[in-house]
T-cell receptor, first 114, second 115 residues
Framework: GDSVTQMEGPVTLSEEAFLTINCTYTATGYPSLFWYVQYPGEGLQLLLKATKADDKGSNKGFEATYRKETTSFHLEKGSVQVSDSAVYFCALRGSTDSWGKLQFGAGTQVVVTP | SAVISQKPSRDICQRGTSLTIQCQVDSQVTMMFWYRQQPGQSLTLIATANQGSEATYESGFVIDKFPISRPNLTFSTLTVSNMSPEDSSIYLC????????????FGPGTRLTVL
């Protein structure tokens, strides 16, 4: 079945550092890919998405490119801020799944220090 | 987008009791889902709430333990029955406005602690 694998956390960075969170997936066909963010004490928010190969999703300085050849959707940000401290979830929605069910990765906690 | 509210936002319950969580959306939506997020874990789909019919449960989840209602296109409830400490989790409602948007939106979650 479909699955998502994320790099383990926590990832601890200094402010203005470069952030990369690796995400790879297993799925049949052409899934849609998502990054969600969960700030402390809050629910999930959609950060960005990509629905086909080579698409780049971007939002709030974060970017991720849908790489079909490597089955990856790595999240990057060039200069993180303390306010980016959160848990980040990679997720996919299978192309054959008409019910919209999302498969989530384990989540990666990011801690940004001043 | 969609604005989703959940009630209660948190609760502390005694073992053996039941709690009903409400999810309200600001517009009609096709699909509504219920997820569980156990402490320090990722999200696991419990079931899809179908309007006008029985919910569709994922493997490992049963209707007797997690009965779900979906009386209309903007509202759903999840009941956690006969609770035990292992049910302590965040329960999240999410909605999908249709395949054309390809995006799922989440409510703020209900943080449940069972003593």
């Amino acid at each position: 079945g479909d699955s998502v694998t994320q790099m383990e956390g926590p990832v601890t960075l200094s402010e203005e550092a470069f952030l990369t969170i690796n995400c790879t997936y297993t799925a049949t066909g052409y899934p849609s890919l998502f990054w969600y963010v969960q700030y402390p004490g809050e629910g999930l928010q959609l950060l960005l998405k990509a629905t086909k190969a080579d698409d780049k999703g971007s939002n709030k300085g974060f970017e991720a490119t849908y790489r079909k050849e490597t089955t990856s959707f790595h999240l990057e940000k060039g200069s993180v801020q303390v306010s980016d401290s959160a848990v980040y979830f990679c997720a996919l929605r299978g192309s054959t799944d008409s019910w919209g069910k999302l498969q989530f990765g384990a989540g990666t906690q990011v801690v940004v220090t001043p | 987008s969609a604005v989703i509210s959940q009630k209660p936002s948190r609760d502390i319950c005694q073992r053996g009791t039941s709690l009903t969580i409400q999810c309200q959306v600001d517009s009609q939506v096709t699909m509504m889902f219920w997820y569980r997020q156990q402490p320090g874990q990722s999200l696991t789909l419990i079931a899809t709430a179908n309007q006008g019919s029985e919910a569709t449960y994922e493997s490992g989840f049963v209707i007797d333990k997690f009965p779900i209602s979906r009386p209309n296109l903007t509202f759903s409830t999840l009941t956690v029955s006969n609770m035990s400490p292992e049910d302590s989790s965040i329960y999240l409602c999410s909605v999908d406005k249709g395949l054309s948007t390809d995006t799922q939106y989440f409510g703020p979650g209900t943080r449940l602690t069972v003593l």
